[in-house]
């Protein structure tokens, strides 16, 4: 039995989310029966993050025990040859048998696209929200800066989420035009349920010039969810990578060949 860690990449448009549902065809779902198909196994996979309906996924990290002989680095082409053509094995690896994909992250990235344009994009219409009045993208840009740091954002998480705590560190907020695009990403050590949508909901109304730009401020301050905007619609976000510590990827014989190794011995002229 080994354990595999998957790159997955997807377009979520057609997909009920990540998670296995009653209620319609998931991402999850299809992999498995990937999975089932070729390594003739039942295999159960453990995603890094529970992406929602419509929510798209550049670097979804997945890990699952096997007893198959495929090599590692075979599995995106044994898989890619079952999967829908939205969804995309990109690597294989083998991993120690205590990695997880989801428990032990150290942090995400999220990207999220607005085409500010007055008639929109056939083209785009499944991978940005379309905002047809003209945002002004500099306050925006400012705002962003006020979710920098160790907070408490408990106002940016919609009812349904079940996080144990509220505190997030954000590491890193970006946010630019080109042309009739606007893309921001934000990176921290872990995201409240629907926590990226509400805050592109709520700098989409800073544009507008709707709420003031100490918005986040205001909602971090206070923790009301009401001094934040709409949470966005799904389809302009992306789970676009995941971090992991170095030491969840030592394989347990590297650990003994450490051990192994006697200490160094110091030359010493006076013995």
Not at 1 to 19: A, C, F, P, S
Not at 130 to 157: C, I, N, S, T, W
Request: proline share 6%; charged share 20%; aromatic share 8%.
């Amino acid at each position: 039995m080994k354990r595999i860690l998957l790159t997955v990449e997807y377009d979520g448009t057609n997909y009920v989310g990540w998670q296995r549902q009653s209620n319609g065809l998931a991402v999850q779902q299809v992999l498995e029966e990937a999975l089932l198909a070729g390594c003739g196994e039942k295999i159960t996979v453990t995603g890094s993050s529970r992406t929602d309906a419509g929510v798209h996924a550049l670097c979804q990290s997945v890990h699952f025990d096997t007893n198959s002989n495929i090599p590692p680095e075979k599995f995106p082409f044994v898989l890619n040859t079952k999967l829908p053509y939205d969804v995309r094995v990109q690597a294989g690896r083998e991993v120690p048998p205590q990695f997880h994909a989801r428990f032990m992250t150290c942090g995400k990235m999220y990207t999220f696209r607005i085409i500010n344009s007055r008639h929109g994009s056939a083209m785009k219409r499944n991978t940005h929200v379309h905002v047809p009045v003209l945002l002004d993208e500099a306050p925006m840009r400012e705002a962003m800066q006020y979710l920098l740091g160790k907070h408490d954002f408990a106002a940016f998480q919609a009812s349904g989420g079940t996080a144990n705590t509220t505190i997030r560190t954000m590491q890193e907020v970006n946010l630019w035009r080109d042309g009739d695009e606007i893309i921001f990403t934000v990176k921290g050590d872990a995201f409240l349920y629907n926590m990226v949508r509400i805050i592109a909901g709520t700098l989409i109304e800073i544009g507008h010039g709707k709420l003031p730009v100490d918005a986040f401020a205001r909602a971090i301050a206070t923790g009301d969810r009401l001094e934040l905007g709409p949470t966005a619609p799904p389809q302009g976000l992306e789970l676009t990578k995941v971090y992991y510590p170095e030491e969840a990827f030592i394989m347990p014989e590297q650990i003994k060949w450490h051990n192994d190794v006697p200490p160094r011995q110091e030359n010493n002229p006076n013995t």
